[in-house]
């Protein structure tokens, strides 16, 4: 799991965008938790235990 804070807040809870990847593979994640400040989200498929991680990169859009 993983925790974003914005560094405004939203007058209205966003609508979130986002994706992340790591090791040049897209990860299918959930968002969890959205309010005006911030808002968590979780990995839906794991990584392989054998493949170490790196590179992670989150981008996300937020709007109202």
């Given amino acids: 799991m993983f925790t974003v804070t914005f560094d ?6 966003p609508t979130i965008t986002f994706t992340l990847r790591t090791n040049g593979d897209i990860f299918l994640s959930q968002v969890d938790n959205i309010s005006t400040t911030g808002f968590t989200g979780y ?18 859009i937020a709007m109202c």
């Fill in 8 to 13: 405004k807040a939203f007058s209205a809870v």
């Fill in 43 to 60: 990995i839906r498929n794991s990584f392989p235990s054998a493949k170490p991680v790196s590179d992670v990169s989150l981008c996300y």
